[in-house]
Protein backbone atom coordinates (compact mmCIF):
# COMPACT_ATOMS: atom_id res chain seq x y z
CA UNK A 1 0.00 0.00 0.00
CA UNK A 2 1.47 3.63 -0.81
CA UNK A 3 -0.30 7.02 0.12
CA UNK A 4 0.93 10.25 -0.99
CA UNK A 5 0.43 13.58 0.18
CA UNK A 6 2.03 16.75 -0.83
CA UNK A 7 5.15 15.95 0.99
CA UNK A 8 5.10 12.69 2.32
CA UNK A 9 4.53 8.63 0.71
CA UNK A 10 3.44 6.46 3.55
CA UNK A 11 4.24 3.18 2.40
CA UNK A 12 5.16 0.00 4.04
CA UNK A 13 7.91 -0.98 5.62
CA UNK A 14 10.43 -2.85 3.54
CA UNK A 15 13.45 -4.68 4.77
CA UNK A 16 15.74 -2.77 2.83
CA UNK A 17 14.74 0.38 5.27
CA UNK A 18 16.57 -1.64 8.32
CA UNK A 19 19.24 1.40 8.68
CA UNK A 20 16.39 3.79 8.38
CA UNK A 21 14.23 1.58 11.04
CA UNK A 22 17.59 1.50 13.37
CA UNK A 23 17.80 5.38 13.35
CA UNK A 24 14.30 6.32 14.04
CA UNK A 25 14.07 3.22 17.03
CA UNK A 26 17.04 3.34 18.75
CA UNK A 27 16.98 7.62 19.15
CA UNK A 28 15.80 8.07 23.30
CA UNK A 29 14.11 11.02 22.14
CA UNK A 30 12.20 9.68 19.78
CA UNK A 31 11.13 6.70 21.67
CA UNK A 32 10.99 8.11 25.15
CA UNK A 33 7.35 8.01 25.28
CA UNK A 34 6.86 4.62 23.51
CA UNK A 35 6.14 0.97 25.28
CA UNK A 36 9.69 -0.03 24.71
CA UNK A 37 13.19 0.77 24.93
CA UNK A 38 15.03 2.13 21.92
CA UNK A 39 16.71 -0.66 19.73
CA UNK A 40 20.83 -0.97 20.69
CA UNK A 41 21.70 -2.22 17.50
CA UNK A 42 20.61 -3.59 13.96
CA UNK A 43 20.34 -7.40 15.42
CA UNK A 44 17.84 -5.76 17.55
CA UNK A 45 16.04 -4.15 14.35
CA UNK A 46 16.05 -7.21 12.72
CA UNK A 47 13.81 -8.78 14.96
CA UNK A 48 11.97 -5.81 15.82
CA UNK A 49 11.29 -5.44 11.70
CA UNK A 50 10.28 -9.28 12.08
CA UNK A 51 8.00 -9.31 14.91
CA UNK A 52 6.50 -5.69 15.04
CA UNK A 53 6.30 -4.84 11.69
CA UNK A 54 6.39 -7.55 9.17
CA UNK A 55 4.34 -9.65 11.01
CA UNK A 56 1.91 -7.34 12.26
CA UNK A 57 -2.08 -7.62 11.36
CA UNK A 58 -2.42 -4.12 11.29
CA UNK A 59 -0.92 -1.36 9.44
CA UNK A 60 2.78 -0.49 10.43
CA UNK A 61 3.67 2.19 8.00
CA UNK A 62 6.76 4.37 6.98
CA UNK A 63 6.70 8.16 6.60
CA UNK A 64 9.45 9.36 4.17
CA UNK A 65 9.66 12.41 2.67
CA UNK A 66 8.78 12.76 -1.13
CA UNK A 67 12.34 13.29 -1.84
CA UNK A 68 14.49 10.44 -1.28
CA UNK A 69 11.92 8.11 0.18
CA UNK A 70 13.48 7.10 2.97
CA UNK A 71 11.90 6.23 6.27
CA UNK A 72 11.67 9.30 8.94
CA UNK A 73 9.35 7.87 11.09
CA UNK A 74 6.08 5.55 11.25
CA UNK A 75 2.04 5.41 11.76
CA UNK A 76 -0.07 2.71 12.48
CA UNK A 77 -3.19 0.85 14.14
CA UNK A 78 -2.70 -2.58 15.51
CA UNK A 79 -5.51 -5.29 14.96
CA UNK A 80 -6.52 -5.66 18.39
CA UNK A 81 -10.08 -4.72 19.73
CA UNK A 82 -9.05 -1.15 20.50
CA UNK A 83 -7.43 0.03 16.94
CA UNK A 84 -4.54 1.46 18.78
CA UNK A 85 -3.37 4.26 16.66
CA UNK A 86 0.19 5.95 17.12
CA UNK A 87 3.04 7.45 15.38
CA UNK A 88 6.47 8.34 15.60
CA UNK A 89 8.71 10.94 13.89
CA UNK A 90 12.74 11.76 13.95
CA UNK A 91 13.12 14.36 16.07
CA UNK A 92 14.61 17.09 13.15
CA UNK A 93 11.38 16.56 11.43
CA UNK A 94 9.42 17.54 14.76
CA UNK A 95 6.99 20.68 14.51
CA UNK A 96 6.75 20.81 10.94
CA UNK A 97 3.39 19.34 10.53
CA UNK A 98 4.32 15.82 9.21
CA UNK A 99 2.33 13.35 11.39
CA UNK A 100 -0.32 15.27 11.08
CA UNK A 101 -0.38 15.39 6.98
CA UNK A 102 0.29 11.44 7.25
CA UNK A 103 -2.30 11.22 9.94
CA UNK A 104 -4.90 12.66 8.07
CA UNK A 105 -4.47 10.96 4.69
CA UNK A 106 -3.58 7.44 6.88
CA UNK A 107 -7.30 8.00 8.65
CA UNK A 108 -8.84 8.94 4.86
CA UNK A 109 -7.70 5.18 3.93
CA UNK A 110 -8.93 3.29 7.43
CA UNK A 111 -12.19 5.35 7.12
CA UNK A 112 -12.45 2.61 3.74
CA UNK A 113 -11.62 -0.35 5.86
CA UNK A 114 -13.92 -2.32 8.43
CA UNK A 115 -12.04 -0.43 11.22
CA UNK A 116 -14.83 1.28 13.02
CA UNK A 117 -12.94 3.48 15.25
CA UNK A 118 -9.55 4.31 16.29
CA UNK A 119 -8.02 5.40 19.39
CA UNK A 120 -4.74 6.89 20.72
CA UNK A 121 -3.18 7.58 24.02
CA UNK A 122 -0.68 9.88 25.41
CA UNK A 123 1.62 10.78 28.18
CA UNK A 124 0.05 13.82 29.62
CA UNK A 125 3.92 14.73 29.25
CA UNK A 126 3.72 14.96 26.09
CA UNK A 127 1.81 17.92 24.57
CA UNK A 128 2.26 17.33 20.90
CA UNK A 129 1.29 14.08 20.62
CA UNK A 130 -2.16 15.33 22.51
CA UNK A 131 -2.21 18.06 19.28
CA UNK A 132 -1.63 15.64 16.63
CA UNK A 133 -4.16 13.68 18.29
CA UNK A 134 -6.82 16.59 18.23
CA UNK A 135 -5.56 17.73 14.68
CA UNK A 136 -6.41 14.31 13.70
CA UNK A 137 -9.90 14.93 14.86
CA UNK A 138 -9.95 12.59 17.51
CA UNK A 139 -12.11 13.09 20.43
CA UNK A 140 -10.80 12.99 24.63
CA UNK A 141 -12.68 10.93 26.54
CA UNK A 142 -10.61 10.15 29.67
CA UNK A 143 -7.52 9.27 31.74
CA UNK A 144 -6.23 7.33 33.54
CA UNK A 145 -3.23 6.27 35.62
CA UNK A 146 -0.18 3.09 34.10
CA UNK A 147 2.15 1.68 36.13
CA UNK A 148 4.14 1.00 32.77
CA UNK A 149 5.66 -1.34 31.37
CA UNK A 150 8.56 -2.80 30.40
CA UNK A 151 9.69 1.08 31.32
CA UNK A 152 8.34 0.64 35.08
CA UNK A 153 6.44 3.75 36.22
CA UNK A 154 3.48 5.50 37.06
CA UNK A 155 1.89 7.66 33.70
CA UNK A 156 -1.09 9.47 33.13
CA UNK A 157 -2.48 8.59 30.22
CA UNK A 158 -4.81 10.38 28.10
CA UNK A 159 -7.57 8.22 25.82
CA UNK A 160 -8.82 9.72 22.21
CA UNK A 161 -10.82 8.02 20.16
CA UNK A 162 -12.24 8.88 16.49
CA UNK A 163 -15.36 6.56 15.39
CA UNK A 164 -15.52 6.00 11.60
CA UNK A 165 -18.88 4.21 11.66
CA UNK A 166 -22.07 5.85 14.15
CA UNK A 167 -22.96 5.01 17.14
CA UNK A 168 -19.30 3.41 18.57
CA UNK A 169 -19.39 3.21 22.11
CA UNK A 170 -16.45 4.63 23.90
CA UNK A 171 -13.96 2.06 24.39
CA UNK A 172 -13.21 1.75 27.74
CA UNK A 173 -10.94 -0.88 27.71
CA UNK A 174 -8.60 1.41 30.07
CA UNK A 175 -10.95 2.83 32.01
CA UNK A 176 -11.84 -0.80 32.74
CA UNK A 177 -8.47 -2.30 33.53
CA UNK A 178 -6.97 0.30 35.56
CA UNK A 179 -8.55 1.70 39.23
CA UNK A 180 -7.44 4.92 39.07
CA UNK A 181 -9.54 6.97 35.91
CA UNK A 182 -10.90 10.03 35.41
CA UNK A 183 -12.17 12.98 33.25
CA UNK A 184 -10.08 16.27 33.16
CA UNK A 185 -10.98 19.20 31.53
CA UNK A 186 -9.20 19.89 28.25
CA UNK A 187 -8.51 22.93 26.53
CA UNK A 188 -8.99 22.14 22.70
Not at 32 to 52: A, H, S
Not at 93 to 116: C, H, M, N, R
Request: glycine share 6%; net charge negative; with cysteine.
Amino acid sequence: MEIRTDRLIIRDFEESDIDAIYKIFSDPIVNQYLPWYPLENVDDTKVFFNNRIENNNGYFMAICLKEGNTPIGYIDVDSGPGHDFGYGLLKAYWSQGIVTEAGIEFIKYLKSTDIPFVTATHDVNNFGSGKVMQKLGMDYQYSYEELWQPKNFLVTFRMYQLNFKSNIPVYEKYWNMYQNHFIENIEM
